[in-house]
């Protein structure tokens, strides 16, 4: 008889979820956790670089109050303040996620190191596991890349980011995605002067460039220096700390260094070898039904997971997911359950934020579709928008030839706000139609999301059968 029904490494957001869900259906639960519990998100994501963000919001609040007629001095920067409340933020959250929770729900929580001993077994805080089903929800971890002479200097990754006492004078930063731009901005605004380096040809280069052109004009004017299409070299001790040299000989001096270059599945010290579980560099390798290709006691969930045909995902959102795909595949043991990530989401949480759901254009391109068609609407054109002095941003979306949403873009002040529509429409394969006749109320930026597609049928109501049409009607008496 085994000891548990199922064993979950790791108590991030998957691991939690999966563990309640298992303990609230009456199963035996064992959850083992080496760090802290909460995981990425709660300690080192999502929740910090949220709550830091805010503040920088806050300060450009002031510094843009004026162009209200409302006169204020300018904000004056308070760091120790800044990070209680980024700690405070983690604070309050923390006790949904605890060890004393989850072992009130019954659930056996270890804190320790754990590793496969067998295809049924692990062991954990000296202990010999065994077990019906496991979850593996290790997560991930950001990459450290092998650049020369990085290992002279003291580097950031967001692990210890927000453990700062004080602003940086000036971060360079290595990256530039998402958690890079998000950082860039936050301390731009917090008064730190900041560099961002990045190799690709341009920063956010997974997202439609006609979007990122929107978020740049922003970056530049919070004072933010952005290098792009640009090599490290190497790194080595500067004289205001750390001293970056790229390709072109250009030598970039700052007093902190933070790489934000992507991350990496945590899979060593797992030993899944012993287990039977394959695995790549990108991850445990999984079906569209998480569970593991090589033993079908396991499955894995969250930044950890490589879903054959669709690759991992390293979203909070994306661990929620999994954990309902989870539900159904191993405790319900339903068949056909299939992950699907056509209507993910996802967001640049800067400000303006960068939000998209589906293909952009160049995905649709590239998937095949043809005749696609681009719907604008500019928020410059939205009241709301231009009631609140922010009337720059654009929702795009991509309608293919028989008048299916197959993606949405938009960059504008809460876009990840909008986003859910989106999601709901081509998640449930609703016509454009149904956006197009919504009502919403009035004023709000969501408009330009219903006048995007309200444009598509308004070009067919012009089209020349059409005005025949209204040209026979109109002798009707």
Same mark, same amino acid.
């Given at each position: 008889?085994?000891?548990?029904?199922?064993?979950?490494?790791?108590?991030?957001?998957?691991?939690?979820?999966?563990?309640?869900?298992?303990?609230?259906?009456?199963?035996?639960?064992?959850?083992?956790?080496?760090?802290?519990?909460?995981?990425?998100?709660?300690?080192?994501?999502?929740?910090?670089?949220?709550?830091?963000?805010?503040?920088?919001?806050?300060?450009?609040?002031?510094?843009?109050?004026?162009?209200?007629?409302?006169?204020?001095?300018?904000?004056?920067?308070?760091?120790?303040?800044?990070?209680?409340?980024?700690?405070?933020?983690?604070?309050?959250?923390?006790?949904?996620?605890?060890?004393?929770?989850?072992?009130?729900?019954?659930?056996?929580?270890?804190?320790?190191?754990?590793?496969?001993?067998?295809?049924?077994?692990?062991?954990?805080?000296?202990?010999?596991?065994?077990?019906?089903?496991?979850?593996?929800?290790?997560?991930?971890?950001?990459?450290?890349?092998?650049?020369?002479?990085l290992d002279t200097v003291r580097y950031l990754?967001?692990?210890?980011?927000?453990?700062?006492?004080?602003?940086?004078?000036?971060?360079?930063?290595?990256?530039?995605?998402?958690?890079?731009?998000?950082?860039?901005?936050?301390?731009?605004?917090?008064?730190?002067?900041?560099?961002?380096?990045?190799?690709?040809?341009?920063?956010?280069?997974?997202?439609?460039?006609?979007?990122?052109?929107?978020?740049? &004009?922003?970056?530049l004017a919070d004072g933010v220096t952005l290098?792009?299409?640009?090599?490290?070299?190497?790194?080595?001790?500067?004289?205001?700390?750390?001293?970056?040299?790229?390709?072109?000989? /250009?030598?970039?001096?700052?007093?902190?260094?933070?790489?934000?270059?992507?991350?990496?599945?945590?899979?060593?010290g797992l030993d899944l070898s012993a287990a039977?579980?394959?695995?790549?560099?990108?991850?445990?390798?999984?079906?569209?039904?998480?569970?593991?290709?090589?033993?079908?006691?396991?499955?894995?969930?969250?930044?950890?997971?490589?879903?054959?045909?669709?690759?991992?995902?390293?979203?909070?959102?994306?661990?929620?997911?999994?954990?309902?795909?989870?539900?159904?595949?191993?405790?319900?043991?339903?068949?056909?359950?299939?992950?699907?990530?056509?209507?993910?989401?996802?967001?640049?949480? /800067?400000?303006?934020?960068?939000?998209?759901?589906?293909? /952009?254009?160049?995905?649709?391109?590239?998937?095949?579709?043809?005749?696609?068609?681009?719907?604008?609407?500019?928020?410059?054109?939205?009241?709301?928008?231009?009631?609140?002095?922010?009337?720059?941003?654009?929702?795009?979306?991509?309608?293919?030839?028989?008048?299916?949403?197959?993606?949405?873009?938009?960059?504008?002040?809460?876009?990840?706000?909008?986003?859910?529509?989106?999601?709901?429409?081509?998640?449930?394969?609703?016509?454009?139609?149904?956006?197009?006749?919504?009502?919403?109320?009035?004023? &709000?930026?969501?408009?330009?999301?219903?006048?995007?597609?309200?444009?598509?049928?308004?070009?067919?109501?012009?089209?020349?059968? &059409?005005?025949?049409?209204?040209?026979?009607?109109?002798?009707?008496?």
């Open positions: 008889m085994p000891d548990y029904d199922v064993a979950i490494i790791g108590a991030g957001a998957a691991g939690l979820s999966v563990a309640a869900i298992g303990a609230g259906l009456g199963l035996k639960v064992v959850l083992v956790e080496r760090g802290r519990m909460g995981g990425d998100c709660l300690n080192y994501g999502c929740v910090p670089s949220k709550a830091l963000l805010a503040a920088g919001h806050a300060a450009a609040a002031v510094r843009g109050a004026g162009r209200f007629g409302v006169r204020a001095a300018a904000p004056e920067i308070d760091w120790p303040a800044v990070r209680a409340h980024v700690q405070g933020a983690i604070a309050r959250i923390a006790p949904n996620d605890s060890a004393a929770r989850f072992r009130g729900m019954g659930v056996t929580v270890i804190e320790a190191s754990a590793c496969f001993t067998g295809p049924d077994e692990i062991e954990a805080g000296g202990r010999r596991i065994t077990f019906r089903r496991a979850v593996i929800a290790a997560g991930s971890s950001a990459i450290v890349p092998d650049i020369p002479g990754t967001n692990e210890t980011l927000f453990d700062l006492e004080d602003g940086p004078g000036h971060l360079v930063i290595i990256g530039g995605g998402p958690i890079g731009l998000e950082m860039a901005q936050a301390h731009a605004r917090l008064g730190c002067r900041v560099t961002v380096l990045e190799a690709a040809p341009r920063i956010a280069f997974r997202e439609d460039p006609e979007l990122v052109e929107g978020l740049r &004009t922003a970056l290098r792009e299409g640009v090599t490290v070299t190497s790194v080595a001790p500067g004289d205001a700390g750390v001293a970056v040299t790229l390709g072109d000989g /250009t030598v970039v001096q700052g007093t902190h260094l933070l790489l934000a270059v992507g991350r990496a599945p945590r899979l060593a039977g579980i394959a695995a790549t560099p990108k991850g445990i390798t999984v079906g569209r039904d998480l569970r593991s290709v090589s033993n079908r006691r396991v499955w894995a969930v969250g930044d950890i997971a490589d879903p054959e045909g669709l690759g991992p995902r390293a979203f909070t959102h994306v661990a929620s997911q999994h954990a309902g795909i989870l539900v159904r595949s191993m405790l319900f043991r339903l068949p056909g359950t299939r992950l699907d990530y056509a209507a993910l989401p996802r967001v640049t949480y /800067t400000d303006p934020e960068i939000a998209q759901v589906g293909l /952009t254009e160049a995905e649709a391109i590239a998937a095949g579709h043809q005749d696609i068609r681009i719907q604008r609407w500019p928020l410059a054109e939205n009241d709301r928008a231009v009631a609140e002095g922010r009337p720059e941003g654009l929702v795009k979306l991509i309608v293919s030839a028989k008048g299916k949403l197959l993606g949405a873009g938009i960059v504008a002040p809460h876009a990840g706000e909008m986003a859910g529509t989106f999601g709901l429409m081509i998640g449930r394969k609703l016509p454009l139609s149904a956006l197009a006749g919504l009502v919403l109320p009035y004023p &709000t930026l969501s408009e330009g999301a219903k006048r995007a597609a309200g444009d598509y049928y308004v070009a067919k109501l012009l089209s020349p059968f &059409t005005k025949r049409l209204i040209g026979l009607l109109r002798l009707l008496p």
